[in-house]
């Protein structure tokens, strides 16, 4: 297959390259606007192979994205292409809006006349996967909300949408737009949701590698409110096999969720990484010391969990990697890469609080 990937320098999309390169036959175009968060340097080990490209293409383009989709030919499309940060989308709403919503409906109009354009037989292969986020569906009930015994539920495929923030919102918005482009036009998408990545090659303003470098540097371990709030923690390489699964093994117009069943506080994140600091690169002191506890963020979700029994059942999808293993590689690949870490904050962000509170 010849793939294009939006938003393959990305954290997740990066990956989503590298395992394609890497494990398969297939050719990838990365189309990229190279934002703050897309750094090419997630993909040297893969740049000189002849089955990549690079374009540098705003998603919000249509008349880059036609000459892509002329020039390159590709038989599906993983549209991954995000504004991504909570906190950011509390400061500035209106980028997630530009590329998240008019973005996802510009690419779709540009798939949607190449594929027009397509033979029988190419038009019954093609592929449009939309990767989304859990975060679509709101919060679920936390343990300290129910009585014990209760068996708390999972964000399933059909759970209602019910998102909290400006970036949620959007990323719902953009799944709608995905499913009426299928609905109307009889355009081949399918979506898949997933709960938080972590792992290599993490622009360090999400809470893994914010953590992890702020502990190096004895720098404060910002625990917004009380900590307990709850993810589910999904290697990004899990992540990766997951989304190449889909795309090719798929049916026509499901829904996936893609799920690490790592439901964890946010605070026994950041001790369990403390934890493995002091095993890895031991002082006086205990680097859990540096925690500090913030003002919440608004609108603050309490408990994200993923059932991916579809995921498993249907398309024979598990991850490879447990909390403490993918955590363990996570932590060690930053010990082992400081250059990427410097080299990606060499602009305005110093790893500084961001959103509405800030």
């Known amino acids: 297959m010849n793939i294009l ?7 997740i999309g990066s990956a989503v390259v590298r395992h394609i390169i890497n494990n398969t036959q297939d050719s990838i175009i990365n189309v990229d606007k190279l934002t703050y968060a897309g750094n090419l340097e997630s993909l040297k080990s893969v740049e000189e192979d002849e089955r990549y490209a690079f374009e540098k293409v705003d998603i919000c383009d249509r008349a880059e994205l036609d000459r892509v989709f002329k020039q390159h030919k590709p038989d599906a499309v993983m549209h991954l292409a995000a504004e991504s940060h909570v906190d950011r989308s509390i400061t500035g709403p209106a980028e997630f809006i530009q590329t998240n919503i008019v973005g996802t409906y510009t690419l779709l109009e540009a798939a949607r006349q190449y594929w027009n354009g397509l033979g029988e037989s190419a038009q019954k292969a093609f592929r449009f996967h939309h990767i989304s986020t859990d975060e679509v569906y709101g919060d679920l009930p936390h343990p300290d909300e129910v009585a014990k015994g209760v068996e708390l539920p ?4 059909t759970t209602s949408y019910e998102p909290s923030s400006p970036y949620s919102a959007s990323k719902a918005s953009s ?49 917004y409110g009380k900590g307990d709030q709850i993810r589910d923690w999904l290697y990004v390489e899990d992540h990766a096999r997951a989304l190449y ?43 859990a010391d540096q925690i500090t506890y913030v003002t919440d963020r608004p609108g603050h979700d309490r408990r994200y969990a993923i059932d991916s029994s579809k995921m498993s059942s249907q398309l024979n999808w598990i991850p490879k990697e447990t909390f403490e293993t993918g955590l363990l590689k996570t932590v060690q690949w930053y010990l082992d890469n400081k250059d990427w870490c410097q080299h990606v904050q060499d602009g305005s962000y110093q790893r500084e609080r961001l959103g509405i509170n800030a």
């Open 5 to 11: 990937v939006t938003g393959g320098a990305g954290f």
């Open 154 to 157: 999972l964000f399933t495929e």
């Open 175 to 223: 799944d709608h737009l995905v499913r009426a482009w299928l609905r109307t036009y009889g355009f081949p998408t399918l979506i898949t949701n997933c709960s938080n990545n972590y792992g290599p090659y993490h622009f360090p303003e999400k809470l893994v590698p914010l953590v992890i470098l702020n502990a190096l540097e004895g720098k404060q371990l910002p625990i």
């Open 245 to 287: 699964k889909v795309v090719t093994a798929g049916k026509v117009g499901e829904t996936y969720n893609i799920g690490g069943h790592n439901e964890k506080q946010n605070i026994e994140v950041v001790k369990t990484i403390c934890s493995i600091l002091d095993t890895l690169i031991p002082r006086d002191t205990l680097y």
